[in-house]
Nanobody, 121 residues
């Protein structure tokens, strides 16, 4: 069993930055793929970024060049640095763990409860 706790959300003006954290307990990340998803009001949950044990990362096109995912295995924590934030980035951000290459929310094994990011214009 893995427990994931996100933190770092908040209210920021457009163009600003936030850093989200996802701390895991229950087991170490090991070979897990750690993903960030987001869900805006009235919209489906969508993939944002993921990082593999090799530190290889992939991103949704809408956040490429603005968001950076990283992991600290010693702290069992994954981060999402979000720069140049836009109002359309407003959503609840979730971290999730999988042992597959799936980008589908249904392919995740564990989820955190999310942290709200609000970007004002």
């Amino acid at each position: 069993q893995v427990q994931l706790v996100e933190s770092g959300g908040g209210l920021v003006q457009a163009g600003g930055s936030l850093r989200l954290s996802c701390a895991a307990s229950g087991r170490t990340f090991g070979t897990d793929v750690i993903c960030w998803f987001r869900q805006a009001p009235g919209k489906e949950r969508e993939f944002v970024a993921r990082i593999f044990v090799s530190d290889t990362s992939t991103y949704h096109d809408s956040v490429k060049g603005r968001f950076t995912i990283s992991r600290d295995n010693a702290k069992n924590t994954v981060y999402l640095q979000m720069n140049s934030l836009k109002p359309e980035d407003t959503a609840v951000y979730y971290c999730a763990v999988t042992r597959t290459v799936s980008l589908d929310p249904l392919g995740m094994d564990y989820w955190g409860k999310g942290t709200l990011v609000t970007v004002s214009s």
